[in-house]
């Protein structure tokens, strides 16, 4: 029965799972849950006696006081008091009692039945307190935890300002140990099967004991016997693995097992594991340029930014099993890694990358105050707990020790003091990079076997490092193109491109370590489509043989950025690929092996024309090297409404080496002859018709005949209508866009359009009348009601500051799970001759024309933007009647769900108002 109701217990618990599945021991207990608790928002000494009254509130462990989860839901720094009462007893009598905690922010004082237990400070770090001493077993001990977290500006803080992390926010937990246990074991592994471990073993008394290792069902077998001095003892050992099964994002392999230190009477046991892995950077061939390798082989890094941030438990997930969706999340787009962002991850996060097979660049928390003598040990002493923490997840293959300089620059009035200079400017002194690069050193002193960088720059100020990174947020195909061509030309060893302070690069690889179209927008992206720029992004950045990977921004939406691959909520966004290439996802851009397109991703041509383009082949795997594989391409595109296949062929690609090369001579093929959105459509398959990776260009097609009238393919004599060119309207708010290309209304309310159809002396006989249109549902935001109210960056956006992004003036949502419908009607000379539910308001990389379109780069008009296609053939009643008049009223109704029209120079397809004569 108590078996039974520690588990019902535990199903009732946030977070009941053991906090470190990477280092686990049996005989513990969970002490999330409800604690009585205080918040003092004033500095408070008054130590650990405090009355049941002083406790005015409970919050819920392990959620920071600032999120709702917690209970609290107060954002204010200050003070947290937390209480709680506990009876607990290890299993086995002489046990040492440890109280641990997953993190707290920021400074720490824990007191058990009125001792001081111990204090630490750091916001990230996991600590624990020895309290056998002061336990006692079988009866009520009180547990009182002071959290104190004033946002000093030398505290590691990070990028908290999404939602803060105040207080408790990691899981807390009692464990019991043998009075000889192990504290830690790091493993160095070898691609060869060779293993390296060091542990801490600690000991209350001289002794001889047996540390054992036992793995992967006990295939993986050694014993090490060792002498024992009364402290913390050093223990090295080493042993090889047979036929080793490596580690890598395809092949998660684990071997799981644990460590026994059998001492005495007493046995410590942990339940851990290791992934067999090695990472590196290396030369191939005659290039004078590293590339990052995995396991001995070139890698080419897919990666996003993930922020870690939930919209409820803010940076504590709510549960286990929403951390190993987030990895999950990550890998069905083909990402291979992540970097997380200015912190460092949960250990159940990374052991869910771990299991599943998800690379990881892992952040240090920053500062934002001065590089000082307070700052910089704290730092340091902190940056040392997350490498001793995470150092044996086979996942993180990098550490990032500093971003975009925050908190390296001294401030202009501490200069100003120090120089006398009134004039002084906040500046990343020489003394300041000094110190950086010996953080750096320091990092690759204590973990040689991974990828270290001193600073991931935005300010072109590096100073030493493994890898040679760069952010950047433009907007727009050429200057994307023109922006990344530049740091490739002048990324070479001895260059003093990106570098400060008189350093200069080293041969190591290049890879861009921020990017997106967040903040490469005047005001900000807002909540936008960003399927179009990413496509184009994705070949540029494959165009580049140097170029080692990237991370876009970012894997989820946040409080103020919208530029995530999904909503903060998990909804999905819809890129809108499959659209242009049958099955194609954003995973097809994320594939090892990819098909460059050297080309913009649109450009406007004329009817029939030759055009060529050329192709690159881009590989980073040797799966299918040596191989044959079959590039199939068609151009097609739509004739109102019906798919026309125009040239198309196969080209057989010999599959060999790693890079990028040139493929023989430039696809060339004629454009339709007639106003189309063309487009070219690629799918590279392997022998057995694998499809290995698919990507499109798109052209927009301009037709005009001699008296401009528009050009398709149909019968009959077509009468264009530009959708601005209403006579009448009722919208309550009505407003054109893409350079008079659309016209929108909402919320109800209708068009009327005077159309005149050929006279008896240009055509005898009206028979046949058909309508064509192209139009969406019009979600109504607030700007287009009270009127847009942009806002300049500021740093303040890093700390969450409100977006007020349906104020935005470059915001239309980008197509998602959440639909808007609206109901439309049209009505002849009064008379409704059809109705059309439209089922959502779109914008994605679809609305090729609302891109091509776009007066600016770097400030969109409901970019991406686009409709359905309606067509209406008009009953033989009304077309009699029109064969008399000539000329008829079009009223296109809409109820509360509003409406958008897309003309020839906007949405998908390429038509006005159109009418269609026989």
Same mark, same amino acid.
């Given at each position: 029965?108590?078996?039974?109701?520690?588990?019902?217990?535990?199903?009732?618990?946030?977070?009941?799972?053991?906090?470190?599945?990477?280092?686990?021991?049996?005989?513990?207990?969970?002490?999330?849950?409800?604690?009585?608790?205080?918040?003092?928002?004033?500095?408070?000494?008054?130590?650990?006696?405090?009355?049941?009254?002083?406790?005015?509130?409970?919050?819920?462990?392990?959620?920071?006081?600032?999120?709702?989860?917690?209970?609290?839901?107060?954002?204010?720094?200050?003070?947290?008091?937390?209480?709680?009462?506990?009876?607990?007893?290890?299993?086995?009598?002489?046990?040492?009692?440890?109280?641990?905690?997953?993190?707290?922010?920021?400074?720490?004082?824990?007191?058990?039945?009125?001792?001081?237990?111990?204090?630490?400070?750091?916001?990230?770090?996991?600590?624990?307190?020895?309290?056998?001493?002061?336990?006692?077993?079988?009866?009520?001990?009180?547990?009182?935890?002071?959290?104190?977290?004033?946002?000093?500006?030398?505290?590691?803080?990070?990028?908290?300002?999404?939602?803060?992390?105040?207080?408790?926010?990691?899981?807390?937990?009692?464990?019991?140990?043998?009075?000889?246990?192990?504290?830690?074991?790091?493993?160095?592994?070898?691609?060869?099967?060779?293993?390296?471990?060091?542990?801490?073993?600690?000991?209350?008394?001289?002794?001889?004991?047996?540390?054992?290792?036992?793995?992967?069902?006990?295939?993986?077998?050694?014993?090490?016997?060792?002498?024992?001095?009364?402290?913390?003892?050093?223990?090295?050992?080493?042993?090889?693995?047979?036929?080793?099964?490596?580690?890598?994002?395809?092949?998660?392999?684990?071997?799981?097992?644990?460590?026994?230190?059998?001492?005495?009477?007493?046995?410590?046991?942990?339940?851990?594991?290791?992934?067999?892995?090695?990472?590196?950077?290396?030369?191939?061939?005659?290039?004078?340029?590293?590339?990052?390798?995995?396991?001995?082989?070139?890698?080419?890094?897919?990666?996003?930014?993930?922020?870690?941030?939930?919209?409820?438990?803010?940076?504590?997930?709510?549960?286990?099993?929403?951390?190993?969706?987030?990895?999950?999340?990550?890998?069905?787009?083909?990402?291979?890694?992540?970097?997380?962002?200015?912190?460092?991850?949960?250990?159940?996060?990374?052991?869910?990358?771990?299991?599943?097979?998800?690379?990881?660049?892992?952040?240090?928390?920053?500062?934002?105050?001065?590089?000082?003598?307070?700052?910089?040990?704290?730092?340091?002493?902190?940056?040392?707990?997350?490498?001793?923490?995470?150092?044996?997840?086979?996942?993180?293959?990098?550490?990032?020790?500093?971003?975009?300089?925050?908190?390296?620059?001294?401030?202009?009035? %501490?200069?100003?003091?120090?120089?006398?200079?009134?004039?002084?400017?906040?500046?990343?002194?020489?003394?300041?990079?000094?110190?950086?690069?010996?953080?750096?050193?320091?990092?690759?002193?204590?973990?040689?076997?991974?990828?270290?960088?001193?600073?991931?720059?935005?300010?072109?100020?590096?100073?030493?490092?493994?890898?040679?990174?760069?952010?950047?947020?433009?907007?727009?195909?050429?200057?994307?193109?023109?922006?990344?061509?530049?740091?490739?030309?002048?990324?070479?060893?001895?260059?003093?491109?990106?570098?400060?302070?008189?350093?200069?690069?080293?041969?190591?690889?290049?890879?861009?370590?921020?990017?997106?179209?967040?903040?490469?927008?005047?005001?900000?992206?807002?909540?936008?489509?960003?399927?179009?720029?990413?496509?184009?992004?994705?070949?540029?950045?494959?165009?580049?043989?140097?170029?080692?990977?990237?991370?876009?921004?970012?894997?989820?939406?946040?409080?103020?950025?919208?530029?995530?691959?999904?909503?903060?909520?998990?909804?999905?966004?819809?890129?809108?690929?499959?659209?242009?290439?049958?099955?194609?996802?954003?995973?097809?851009?994320?594939?090892?092996?990819?098909?460059?397109?050297?080309?913009?991703?649109?450009?406007?041509?004329?009817?029939?024309?030759?055009?060529?383009?050329?192709?690159?082949?881009?590989?980073?795997?040797?799966?299918?090297?040596?191989?044959?594989?079959?590039?199939?391409?068609?151009?097609?595109?739509?004739?109102?409404?019906?798919?026309?296949?125009?040239?198309?062929?196969?080209?057989?690609?010999?599959?060999?080496?790693?890079?990028?090369?040139?493929?023989?001579?430039?696809?060339?093929?004629?454009?339709?002859?007639?106003?189309?959105?063309?487009?070219?459509?690629?799918?590279?398959?392997?022998?057995?018709?694998?499809?290995?990776?698919?990507?499109?260009?798109?052209?927009?097609?301009?037709?005009?005949?001699?008296?401009?009238?528009?050009?398709?393919?149909?019968?009959?004599?077509?009468?264009?209508?530009?959708?601005?060119?209403?006579?009448?309207?009722?919208?309550?708010?009505?407003?054109?866009?893409?350079?008079?290309?659309?016209?929108?209304?909402?919320?109800?309310?209708?068009?009327?359009?005077?159309?005149?159809?050929?006279?008896?002396?240009?055509?005898?006989?009206?028979?046949?009348?058909?309508?064509?249109?192209?139009?969406?549902?019009?979600?109504?935001?607030?700007?287009?009601?009270?009127?847009?109210?942009?806002?300049?960056?500021?740093?303040?956006?890093?700390?969450?500051?409100?977006?007020?992004?349906?104020?935005?003036?470059?915001?239309?949502?980008? %197509?998602?799970?959440?639909?808007?419908?609206?109901?439309?009607?049209?009505?002849?000379?009064?008379?409704?001759?059809?109705?059309?539910?439209?089922?959502?308001?779109?914008?994605?990389?679809?609305?090729?024309?609302?891109?091509?379109?776009?007066?600016?780069?770097?400030?969109?008009?409901?970019?991406?933007?686009?409709?359905?296609?309606?067509?209406?053939?008009?009953?033989?009643?009304?077309?009699?009647?029109?064969?008399?008049?000539?000329?008829?009223?079009?009223?296109?109704?809409?109820?509360?769900?509003?409406?958008?029209?897309?003309?020839?120079?906007?949405?998908?397809?390429?038509?006005?108002?159109?009418?269609?004569?026989?």
């Amino acid at each position: 029965m108590a078996a039974q109701a520690l588990q019902t217990a535990a199903a009732t618990l946030p977070r009941p799972e053991y906090p470190r599945p990477d280092w686990q021991r049996q005989d513990w207990l969970n002490l999330n849950g409800a604690w009585s608790f205080r918040l003092e928002t004033e500095t408070n000494d008054s130590g650990s006696t405090q009355s049941a009254a002083d406790f005015n509130s409970e919050i819920i462990v392990p959620f920071s006081w600032a999120s709702p989860l917690s209970g609290i839901g107060r954002s204010e720094s200050g003070i947290g008091w937390y209480k709680r009462e506990v009876t607990w007893s290890p299993e086995t009598s002489g046990s040492l009692v440890f109280l641990r905690f997953g993190a707290v922010d920021y400074r720490c004082d824990v007191w058990v039945n009125g001792t001081h237990a111990g204090s630490h400070s750091g916001g990230y770090g996991t600590f624990e307190f020895d309290v056998t001493s002061v336990w006692k077993l079988g009866e009520a001990n009180l547990i009182v935890v002071r959290a104190e977290d004033f946002d000093a500006k030398s505290q590691t803080r990070g990028k908290q300002g999404y939602g803060e992390i105040r207080g408790i926010w990691q899981p807390v937990w009692l464990e019991s140990r043998p009075q000889a246990h192990v504290q830690s074991a790091k493993f160095i592994t070898k691609i060869d099967g060779s293993i390296q471990v060091e542990a801490a073993v600690a000991a209350s008394a001289p002794g001889e004991a047996e540390l054992r290792f036992d793995f992967n069902g006990g295939t993986v077998s050694h014993t090490e016997r060792v002498a024992l001095a009364p402290g913390v003892n050093v223990v090295s050992a080493s042993f090889r693995v047979e036929d080793p099964q490596l580690w890598s994002p395809e092949t998660p392999f684990l071997y799981e097992g644990e460590i026994t230190l059998a001492s005495g009477e007493s046995t410590d046991r942990i339940a851990t594991y290791f992934g067999i892995r090695e990472i590196g950077t290396a030369l191939f061939g005659d290039r004078k340029y590293r590339w990052i390798t995995l396991n001995g082989k070139p890698v080419y890094l897919n990666g996003t930014l993930d922020q870690a941030f939930h919209e409820t438990g803010f940076f504590t997930y709510p549960t286990d099993e929403e951390m190993r969706d987030e990895i999950y999340l990550a890998k069905r787009l083909g990402l291979n890694f992540i970097r997380i962002h200015i912190k460092p991850e949960e250990p159940r996060k990374l052991y869910w990358a771990d299991k599943l097979g998800m690379m990881v660049m892992e952040d240090m928390p920053c500062f934002w105050g001065n590089p000082d003598e307070v700052a910089r040990p704290a730092y340091e002493r902190e940056a040392k707990e997350i490498i001793d923490r995470d150092f044996n997840h086979p996942s993180i293959f990098s550490w990032i020790m500093f971003n975009e300089t925050w908190g390296l620059r001294t401030d202009a009035e %501490t200069i100003s003091l120090t120089s006398g200079n009134a004039d002084a400017e906040a500046t990343y002194l020489p003394e300041t990079q000094e110190w950086v690069r010996s953080v750096y050193r320091w990092a690759k002193s204590v973990d040689p076997t991974r990828i270290v960088e001193e600073n991931s720059p935005c300010n072109w100020d590096k100073v030493e490092s493994d890898i040679n990174t760069w952010h950047f947020y433009i907007n727009g195909y050429e200057e994307v193109r023109a922006h990344v061509t530049e740091v490739v030309e002048n990324t070479y060893p001895g260059s003093s491109f990106n570098c400060i302070g008189g350093n200069v690069q080293s041969d190591a690889p290049l890879m861009n370590s921020e990017c997106g179209n967040v903040w490469g927008f005047k005001n900000g992206a807002g909540d936008s489509d960003l399927a179009w720029h990413y496509r184009y992004m994705m070949n540029e950045f494959r165009r580049h043989d140097k170029m080692c990977g990237f991370v876009f921004t970012e894997l989820r939406d946040v409080t103020n950025e919208f530029n995530g691959y999904y909503r903060l909520d998990g909804r999905e966004k819809f890129f809108g690929y499959e659209g242009f290439v049958p099955g194609m996802s954003l995973a097809d851009l994320h594939s090892a092996d990819f098909i460059v397109i050297d080309a913009p991703p649109c450009q406007t041509v004329q009817a029939g024309a030759e055009v060529s383009i050329p192709l690159l082949a881009s590989s980073y795997s040797d799966r299918y090297h040596g191989q044959q594989l079959q590039l199939g391409w068609e151009l097609w595109h739509d004739n109102l409404g019906t798919r026309v296949t125009g040239d198309r062929g196969t080209v057989a690609l010999d599959w060999n080496g790693y890079g990028v090369t040139p493929i023989g001579e430039p696809l060339t093929f004629s454009l339709p002859k007639q106003d189309a959105v063309a487009v070219l459509a690629l799918t590279l398959r392997a022998a057995d018709g694998t499809v290995v990776t698919r990507n499109f260009i798109t052209f927009d097609v301009r037709g005009a005949s001699a008296d401009g009238a528009p050009v398709y393919d149909a019968e009959g004599r077509f009468i264009a209508v530009p959708v601005t060119d209403f006579a009448e309207q009722t919208f309550a708010h009505q407003w054109n866009a893409i350079q008079e290309g659309k016209t929108n209304g909402g919320k109800s309310g209708h068009f009327v359009y005077d159309v005149a159809l050929p006279d008896a002396g240009e055509q005898a006989l009206i028979q046949h009348v058909v309508l064509a249109f192209e139009a969406s549902s019009k979600r109504l935001l607030a700007r287009n009601v009270e009127g847009a109210r942009d806002r300049n960056h500021t740093i303040s956006m890093m700390h969450g500051a409100d977006a007020a992004v349906e104020y935005n003036s470059n915001t239309y949502y980008m %197509t998602d799970n959440e639909q808007h419908e609206s109901l439309i009607h049209v009505l002849v000379d009064g008379e409704k001759v059809a109705s059309f539910l439209l089922p959502d308001n779109p914008a994605d990389s679809q609305g090729v024309l609302s891109y091509q379109y776009q007066e600016v780069q770097n400030k969109l008009d409901e970019a991406g933007s686009y409709g359905y296609l309606c067509k209406v053939t008009l009953p033989s009643s009304i077309t009699a009647k029109l064969d008399r008049s000539r000329g008829f009223k079009l009223t296109l109704e809409a109820g509360e769900g509003g409406l958008a029209l897309y003309g020839r120079n906007a949405g998908r397809y390429p038509i006005d108002l159109l009418v269609q004569v026989k």
